[in-house]
Structure formats: structure tokens, C-alpha cells
């Protein structure tokens, strides 16, 4: 197994951080596309339509659905935080950007911001853009990246990380289960969303320091 290290992001690290993002989020278009052909509804009425035009048609449409919602993430993304890494989570103390280096390449990205208006008595640092390149993935990466997170959090004096991801997005969301984040709500990030029935799904990991408190 290659070595790996995680240090903070970089400027000459850019080209390479939005690459992993964006193959990151256009890989999980064919789950949406499965997942929807697999409702009930869908199959249904798939049975029941001859092989013709219409029916290609309604598969190019479903295609279009599985794609939008990652696209119009993506692009936001790109438009705002990942626009300027430097400026949107190393100018201040309490944000930070990592990346994963392993043979001289970047292969995986975490990044994390304070919560605006947190809940009251709240310090909550969010987590942001976890990604590993395919080809690494299996190798405790992902682990490593979410720890200096929460390591992180506690150095900073932060009660809660929170996160939102996909419930299509099954690795990261058994990943994040594993290391004790837990559920505390779902939303739709778009109309397409609730009408595919994907939701976001919301974490939070409450830190030691928090639970002690709490007591």
C-alpha cells in the first residue's frame, strides 16, 4: 500500500482539488439513474410500455434527472467556495482545507468552515467536499481526512461537526456512521430531488468535550 499524508491545502494544489471534486460527484449520476428505474412506480409502468420511442424517450428523461442534481451542486460549488480554496477556508483560524498526498499526488480533499448562526450554545464547524480518488480509496484515506477534522474541531474548541451528504452517496454515509456521526434530519436540495425521493441526509458528531459538558 502506497504511503499517504495529509497536510493543508496549497494554491499549486487548485487544479487538482476541483478535479477530484467533480469526478467525485459526476460518478454518482449512474446511482441516481439506477435508483430511480428501480422505484416501484417506474418499473412498473416500464413493464408496461411497449419497446418503442417513448419508451427511450422516458429513459433519456430519467438520465437527464440523475444528472441534474449533481450538475447544479457541482457548479455551485465551483462558482463559490472552491472558486477561491485559499480565501474561502485558510484566511481564518477557525477553517481549514486538507488534501491527501500519496506519490507526490493529491488523491483525496476535505474541507470545513464555522456554521453561520449555529443553534444556541452551539460551536459547529461543517464539514465540506470529502473526496478520494478511485484508484485509493479502501486505504484508510477517508478515515484519516475526517480525523483531522474532528481533531481539528477539538483544537479549535468547537462542540459539533455537522454534515450534509446524499443517501445516494452510501460509502461516505456508512463511513461517517462508522466513526459515530449520527442522523439528524434529511431535505431535498432541489425540486428533482424530492421527486426522485432523494434527500439530503444530515450528521452531526458531537465531541467528547461537548458530551461532558452536557452531563
Known amino acids: 500500500m502506497a504511503p499517504y499524508h495529509i497536510r493543508k491545502y496549497q494554491e499549486s494544489d487548485h487544479k487538482r482539488v476541483l478535479a477530484l471534486f467533480s469526478s ?12 430511480m428505474l428501480m422505484q416501484p412506480q417506474i418499473l412498473l409502468f416500464l413493464f408496461r410500455v411497449p419497446l418503442t420511442l417513448f419508451l427511450f424517450i422516458l429513459l433519456a428523461f430519467l438520465w ?10 457541482m457548479i455551485m460549488c465551483l462558482c463559490i467556495d472552491l472558486a477561491d480554496i485559499t480565501n474561502s477556508y ?3 483560524c ?18 470545513a468552515l464555522p456554521v453561520k448562526n449555529p443553534p444556541l450554545q452551539k460551536k459547529q464547524l461543517q464539514l465540506y467536499h470529502l473526496s478520494m480518488a478511485l484508484e ?5 484515506i ?7 477534522v474532528l481533531q481539528f474541531a477539538e483544537v479549535q ?3 459539533e461537526i455537522v454534515l450534509s451528504t446524499s ?12 466513526m459515530g456521526f449520527q442522523k439528524t434530519g434529511q431535505s431535498f436540495f432541489t425540486r428533482i430531488s424530492r421527486l426522485r425521493n432523494t434527500p439530503m441526509i444530515h450528521l452531526r458528531y458531537r465531541l467528547p468535550c461537548a458530551q461532558e459538558g452536557s452531563l
Not at 167 to 178: E, G, V
Open 24 to 35: 467525485g460527484m459526476t460518478e454518482h449520476i449512474p446511482t441516481s439513474f439506477h435508483y
Open 136 to 140: 485509493h480509496r479502501g486505504k484508510g
Open 142 to 148: 477517508g478515515k484519516a481526512l475526517v480525523r483531522t
Open 64 to 73: 437527464l434527472l440523475a444528472i441534474y442534481t449533481w450538475r447544479k451542486y
Open 90 to 92: 485558510m484566511s481564518a
Open 157 to 159: 474548541g468547537y462542540s
Open 167 to 178: 443517501m445516494l452517496q452510501y460509502a461516505a454515509l456508512a463511513l461517517y456512521q462508522w
Open 94 to 111: 477557525g477553517s481549514c482545507f486538507w488534501v491527501a498526498e500519496s506519490g507526490g499526488q493529491v488523491v483525496g480533499i476535505v474541507g
